[in-house]
Structure formats: C-alpha cells, structure tokens
C-alpha cells in the first residue's frame, strides 16, 4: 500500500518533525508558497503542513481533491482559512501550549530592553560614546504596571513571571471574565477588566496578547495610543495585524508614547522598504521569533508531525481546531 503523499510548505522548525513525517508519508517539500504554485502542489496530496508566511486559501484547498488534513505549525491559525476547511469536513491541526513559555519569555525581553534602553546603548557604546550613561534614563521594573492585553496561556505566563519575579503591578484586559479559564489571575491578585480604557491612561508597559480575529485586527490604533502616557511602551508578541502600523508610527514618531518592542508585523516577512517603523529609534524589532526557541522548535514540530499522521491513520488527533466536523471525517 502506498504511503498517503504529505506536503510540506517551508521547512519545519525542526528536521524532526521532517523526519517522523517521513515515516507514515511520502513528504513533498516546496519553499514557494504562491498561490498558483501551491494549487498545482497539491493536486495529489492527503496533508499539508505550513508555517507561516505560507497561506492556505479557499482557492488552494479546491485544488486539492485528495485533501484530509491541514496543520499549521505553531498557535496561530491567521494563515488558514479555518471556516473554509470546516466546510469542507478538513481537520485543521495546530501547536498550542507548545511555545507559550518561549514567547512569554520573548514578550519580557522586549520589555526589559525597553525599560533598560539596551539598544540605544549599545548603539552609543559602538559609537565610543560611553558618557551616554548619563543621557539616557533607565527604570526599575518593580512597582511598574503592566497591561497584559488578553490572557490567553502566554499571557499568564507573562504575568506569573513578571508578578512574582519581578514584582510588577500586573493588570489584565479581557473581553468576557470568565472566573474558571482566568482563576490565575485570582490567584496572582491581578487587577481584570473588560474596559481597555481602565488601563492605558496608567500603564507604564502594553503587552498584545490577543489573537488575530476580525474583532482584533487593528484594535491598537491612533485612540489607544492617545490614552497612553507618554513615558509608556508597547510590546506586540501577538500578530502584527492588531496593531495600525502606521498609526503607531506617527505615535512613536511624535513620542505620544516612548517606545515600542515588536515581534511581529503586518504583512510578514517584511521589509524596511515596507514598515517605515523600522527606521525609528525608539523601537526594537525582531523578526516573529518570540516562540521558536530551539526547545520549543523541536516540540512544535514533532507534536505538528505525530497529530497529523494520527489523522491520516483515522485516528483523532490532539489540538483540532476544528473539532465539530471530526467526527464526519473519521
């Protein structure tokens, strides 16, 4: 019996993955991921797993008659059409819990090297300037407020760390309470609320922590921006897209707010011809690495290359993000 053919979008975040998929599937591997290419690829496949910035379309998911399963390879889900495959009784696969440690420990990188000005310094440093020390000012994180924006798993592991490490005021945007799924922030004696207006105007650091759905694209813009203090910082680990870029830019440009860290940009991969915020020296960017540790690379990927195979051998699989439609697959 011939193995089912498995294609493979981008290279895994570990050759692993690649590895255990190899084992129940012929694995068809491409690095281009246009539209048309892909609708030719995958012609005569049962599976395909992607990352990001590859996408998978309506159009695509036509062009493959064959098709049984699709997995993303990390959290998010942004980069498939989730409604479209559910139509069409396709089980969508994705990595959560894998890499929340990873990105929240990301999130409070970004925001100590905000609040501890690394960058400037150690641009000025390069530059021999080392009289910068008394120029620039740095702060003390203790007793600082933190509005973590969504308290979703890696959420709360921002909060854990930064509340019982380093002492900080945490404070915590919901869009519904619900005391069971947010219980930890009980037990942090976090302050929650479902008004974002309660926790600009004081907070001294914004961390995005929201994923990205038609109520959240652009939901930090030029208002929100304008309710922050002008000594605060923003830190987006989420998804580039909940963000106005440009309207954060004219903030940034204008200091309305001090500074930003940002893992992740709209659109992705991206450019400094395309983020004029690139250019600014009051922001550090790095290019969506928040979750792909090396630890977290190797889990993501064998987790990804297990589940799907579970699929293709009718088994159900951990983490389906489309779970009603499973039982007309199998």
């Not at 995005?208 to 002008?230: A, C, I, N, S, Y």
Request: hydrophobic share 40%; glycine share 6%; aromatic share 6%.
């Amino acid at each position: 019996m011939s193995k089912p053919k498995i294609l493979q979008i981008l290279p895994m975040y570990h050759s692993e993955g690649e590895r255990i998929l190899r084992q129940g599937g012929e694995v068809i591997r491409t690095d281009q991921y246009d539209i048309s290419h892909l609708c030719e690829q995958v012609k005569e496949v049962q599976a395909i797993v992607l990352r990001a910035p590859a996408r998978i379309t309506a159009e695509i998911i036509d062009a493959a008659p064959h098709l049984r399963v699709i997995s993303g390879a990390g959290v998010g889900l942004d980069n498939i059409d989730v409604d479209y495959a559910s139509q069409k009784n396709i089980p969508v696969l994705h990595a959560p819990a894998i890499n929340q440690v990873s990105t929240a420990e990301h999130a409070i990188a970004l925001l100590l090297a905000l609040g501890k000005q690394l960058l400037p310094f150690h641009q000025e440093m390069s530059k021999g300037r080392y009289h910068a020390r008394t120029l620039l000012q740095t702060h003390e994180l203790r007793g600082k407020q933190v509005a973590l924006i969504g308290f979703g798993r890696i959420a709360q592991e921002v909060a854990k760390r930064l509340k019982l490490g380093f002492e900080m005021d945490v404070r915590v945007w919901v869009r519904h309470f619900d005391k069971d799924k947010h219980g930890l922030a009980e037990q942090l004696g976090l302050t929650v609320t479902t008004d974002l207006n309660d926790l600009l105007p004081t907070a001294d650091f914004v961390s995005l922590h929201v994923p990205l759905t038609d109520q959240t694209r652009g939901m930090f813009g030029r208002e929100q921006f304008q309710r922050m203090k002008p000594t605060a910082y923003l830190i987006n680990t989420a998804r580039g897209a909940v963000v106005n870029q440009q309207e954060l830019y004219q903030a940034l440009a204008k200091k309305q707010i001090a500074g930003a860290g940002l893992d992740v940009f709209d659109p992705e991969p991206t450019t400094d011809a395309d983020l004029p915020l690139l250019s600014l020296p009051n922001v550090i960017v790095t290019p969506h690495v928040g979750g792909t540790t090396v630890e977290a690379n190797y889990l993501m990927a064998t987790a990804v290359a297990r589940n799907v195979l579970k699929v293709l051998a009718g088994e159900r699989p951990d983490h389906l993000a489309n779970p009603e439609i499973f039982h007309k697959f199998v």
